[in-house]
Nanobody, 115 residues
Framework: QVQLVESGGGLVQAGGSLALSCTAS????????MGWYRQAPGKQRELVAT???????NYADSVKGRFTISRGNAKNPVFLQMNSLKPEDTAVYYC?????????WGKGTLVTVSS
């Protein structure tokens, strides 16, 4: 069973930056789409950004121009650079890998943005 571990979360002031990484317990192949999702307290999990193996990206309107998703390698398949952070970006951020036959999720990393 493959496990995903997110890292890079923490406490940052509004306007600051954080970079999230996703590490897999072993190399993952047959990936179709990689993504980041987030869940704020009392809210449903929502899409932040996705990227296909072909490099096609998709962003939530709320993060366009501030966040950048990028691909890595088989063990660290996806990253999320977050700039100009806002208090409303506060949430637990989850890494997701959609592969042929399996959908993988990490346990999340907490991002807290203070005003």
């Amino acid at each position: 069973q493959v496990q995903l571990v997110e890292s890079g979360g923490g406490l940052v002031q509004a306007g600051g930056s954080l970079a999230l990484s996703c590490t897999a317990s072993r190399s993952i192949f047959s990936i179709k789409t990689m993504g980041w999702y987030r869940q704020a307290p009392g809210k449903q999990r929502e899409l932040v950004a996705t990227i296909t193996t072909g490099g096609i990206t998709n962003y939530a309107d709320s993060v366009k121009g501030r966040f950048t998703i990028s691909r890595g390698n088989a063990k660290n398949p996806v990253f999320l650079q977050m700039n100009s952070l806002k208090p409303e970006d506060t949430a637990v951020y989850y890494c997701n890998l959609d592969t042929i036959g399996m959908d993988y999720w990490g346990k999340g990393t907490l991002v807290t943005v203070s005003s």
